[in-house]
């Protein structure tokens, strides 16, 4: 994260990125052990040969505990999230107030959400997709770019664009 060349980099995760990083930037992130690293490659490629160099424990940072980062686990609310309500409300012959009742909120509430004025919090989230069997969610995909360094590593600076 800061740009610090490591020889031997520690790889972590934040807000959904995996990164490897300095020791002094381990702190920014969740630390991923090697159990996590192994089955993130399996679910990301298929290609044996690009197996990763194993970690050991005691090549890791212990200076700064390992902390779970919150964005890790919230999935991001759908551009949508407004019409898959309407959607999947009306298709389930539920008027605004009876889901309301059905999820023990305010019809203000559903009213909002459907209007697109009001984001659901990860709570109301949760109870419009259970009660509906729809997702409000998506992953969000990152963006392939190059690097101007030749060796291959990537900065924020690389990807940064000045307003002056």
Not at 21 to 35: I, Q
Request: hydrophobic content about 25%; proline content about 4%.
């Amino acid at each position: 994260m800061c740009g610090a060349e490591t020889a031997d980099p520690t790889t972590i995760q934040t807000e959904g990125t995996k990164l490897e990083v300095c020791s002094n930037c381990v702190e920014f992130g969740t630390v991923l052990h090697d159990e996590e690293r192994k089955k993130e490659k399996k679910t990301s490629s298929s290609d044996s040969s690009s197996k990763s160099k194993k970690q050991t424990p005691s090549s890791r940072s212990s200076s700064s505990p390992s902390r779970k980062d919150p964005f890790d686990e919230m999935g991001t609310l759908a551009p949508d999230y407004d019409q898959r309500v309407r959607n999947a409300r009306e298709n389930a012959d539920l008027t605004q107030e009876e889901l309301a009742d059905r999820l023990n909120e305010k019809l203000s509430l559903i009213r909002k959400i459907e209007r697109g004025d009001m984001r659901p919090n990860e709570e109301v989230r949760g109870k419009l997709e259970s009660a509906l069997g729809v997702s409000l969610t998506e992953e969000v995909g990152g963006e392939d770019w190059e690097s101007d360094d030749s060796s291959g590593g990537y900065t924020v600076g690389d990807i940064i664009e000045r307003k002056d």
